[in-house]
T-cell receptor
Framework: DQQVKQNSPSLSVQEGRISILNCDYT??????FLWYKKYPAEGPTFLISISSIKDKNEDGRFTVFLNKSAKHLSLHIVPSQPGDSAVYFC????????????FGRGTSLIVHP | DVKVTQSSRYLVKRTGEKVFLECVQD?????MFWYRQDPGLGLRLIYFSYDVKMKEKGDIPEGYSVSREKKERFSLILESASTNQTSMYLC????????????FGPGTRLTVL
C-alpha cells in the first residue's frame, strides 16, 4: 500500500511556464516532506523540504506548498527551464517515529524549449 | 560538500554469482541506506544502518544482505544474483536521526544475465 503517491508518471511543460508536480500521502504521522530531483545515470539530489508547521517554503524558482487537511503537497517551478527536465521524487517522514523517508514513485518532468 | 561514492557505475554479473556493491561516504554520517530504483516503482528501501555493525531491513530485503564494519562504508551483498535483481542500486547517507535529508551516490546499474 503506497503511503506516498505521485499519480502523474510524467508531465510536459513549455519553457517559461509553471510546472506543478503533485504528491499525496496517507499517513497522518508524516510531518516532514522533501522533494528530490534525479537526472538519468545520477543519484537523486535534495531540492527542497517543508515541515508540517509551515504551509509554504520557497527557494528561488522552487516553491513547495503543503495542505495538511488534504494530505497533499505540490512543487511549483516558475519559470520552468529545459535543465529542470528530470524525475522528481516526493518523500515523507515522521520525525517523531521512524525517520526513514518514504518515497513516491516519481514524476518525470520534460520542459520543452 | 558531502560525497557519497559507489564502487562501480555499471556491473554485469551472471545468475548465481555473489555480488558486492560498495558505498563510501566522507561526511561522518551515522545513517546509511541502500535503495533500488526500477521504472514505475520509484525508490525502494532494501536495508539501512544507523550505526557501525547495526543493520535494519527495509521494504524489500529478500535476496540481499549488508555489512557495515566501518562508519564510512556500507556494503550491499547479493548472495546469489538473479535476473530479477537487475536494477539501479542507490546508496545514500544522512547525518543524524533528526535530519532527513539524504545524500545519494551516483548509482550502480547492475545487470544480471
Amino acid at each position: 500500500d503506497q503511503q506516498v503517491k505521485q499519480n502523474s508518471p510524467s508531465l510536459s511543460v513549455q519553457e517559461g511556464r509553471i510546472s506543478i508536480l503533485n504528491c499525496d500521502y496517507t499517513n497522518s504521522m508524516f510531518d516532514y516532506f522533501l522533494w528530490y530531483k534525479k537526472y538519468p545515470a545520477e543519484g537523486p539530489t535534495f531540492l527542497i523540504s517543508i515541515s508540517s508547521i509551515k504551509d509554504k517554503n520557497e527557494d528561488g524558482r522552487f516553491t513547495v506548498f503543503l495542505n495538511k487537511s488534504a494530505k497533499h503537497l505540490s512543487l511549483h517551478i516558475v519559470p520552468s527551464q529545459p535543465g529542470d527536465s528530470a524525475v522528481y521524487f516526493c518523500a515523507a517522514s515522521a520525525t517523531g517515529g521512524s525517520y526513514i523517508p518514504t518515497f513516491g514513485r516519481g514524476t518525470s518532468l520534460i520542459v520543452h524549449p | 560538500d558531502v560525497k557519497v561514492t559507489q564502487s562501480s557505475r555499471y556491473l554485469v554479473k551472471r545468475t548465481g554469482e555473489k555480488v558486492f556493491l560498495e558505498c563510501v561516504q566522507d561526511m561522518d554520517h551515522e545513517n546509511m541506506f541502500w535503495y533500488r530504483q526500477d521504472p514505475g516503482l520509484g525508490l525502494r528501501l532494501i536495508y539501512f544502518s544507523y550505526d557501525v555493525k547495526m543493520k535494519e531491513k527495509g521494504d524489500i530485503p529478500e535476496g540481499y544482505s549488508v555489512s557495515r564494519e566501518k562508519k564510512e562504508r556500507f556494503s550491499l551483498i547479493l548472495e546469489s544474483a538473479s535476473t530479477n535483481q537487475t536494477s539501479m542500486y542507490l546508496c545514500a547517507s544522512s547525518f543524524q536521526r533528526e535530519s532527513d535529508t539524504q545524500y545519494f551516490g551516483p548509482g550502480t546499474r547492475l545487470t544480471v544475465l
